[in-house]
């Protein structure tokens, strides 16, 4: 659309005008966008800075979209938003680390504000009333079998277990639009969970059993009885 953030907005709102309105289109891609917008689907805007971030907030007022941040990096830009308002779906963050894998530290740049931290974030939308609408993701895929560990990090912020747990679960479901079917134990849903050894997010807390609609598919047990001692 652009190369510049300005632009961007000018172009979006380009594209959200005549799809929320009742004219005629022959833009097959705007009848697509026409759906999105009248069927009031959540639109996932990926803003990063408090001028995206601000820039997605007032698109949104605009065109009265239903909405969700991805990959935000300013805490003070999330504080400043009302996440009672029904049209703020919530937020998906990804980690600025990945586990196992050494970095060099960034460079700091004069005048630039270094982006906060996976759980300031998450402490900052919790103090701003929105810990019901923070969700988590891995920075790649690969690094989903890490996402329990990644989610522990989150204990630096302040969140509770409980909290850091929806995260993973209720969550992430109602962001989706699947929390009829899955994120929590209910009647009617899907039996899906896991067992595990001690408390979430605890050292040394390892996976025992998982199951799918139900039935076990996974136990550490059947791996054998073999006892496997490492030492240097």
Do not use: C
């Amino acid at each position: 659309l652009a190369t510049s953030l300005a632009q961007a907005i000018v172009g979006l709102e380009e594209l959200f005008g005549p799809a929320g309105s009742e004219q005629e289109l022959d833009d097959l891609a705007l009848e697509v966008l026409r759906e999105l917008v009248q069927g009031k689907a959540t639109v996932r805007f990926t803003a990063q800075n408090a001028a995206e971030i601000q820039a997605v907030k007032r698109l949104a007022d605009t065109f009265q979209l239903r909405w969700m941040l991805v990959d935000p990096e300013d805490k003070e830009a999330l504080t400043s938003i009302d996440w009672k308002k029904e049209l703020a779906a919530g937020v998906i963050l990804s980690p600025d680390f990945r586990p196992g894998q050494l970095t060099n530290p960034s460079i700091p740049i004069p005048g630039r504000k270094d982006p906060s931290r996976l759980w300031e974030l998450a402490a900052a939308l919790v103090e701003a009333g929105a810990a019901d609408k923070i969700a988590l993701r891995p920075a790649v895929d690969a690094d989903l079998r890490h996402l329990m560990f990644v989610a522990a990090t989150l204990k630096r912020g302040g969140l509770s277990a409980e909290q850091i747990l929806k995260t993973l679960t209720s969550n992430a479901a109602s962001l989706l639009g699947i929390a009829d079917r899955v994120g929590s134990l209910a009647v009617g849903h899907d039996a899906d969970f896991v067992v595990l050894s001690g408390e979430p997010f605890a050292s040394g807390t390892r996976v025992v059993e998982t199951y799918i609609d139900g039935k076990q598919v996974f136990s550490s047990a059947s791996a054998g009885s073999a006892v496997v001692i490492e030492a240097a």
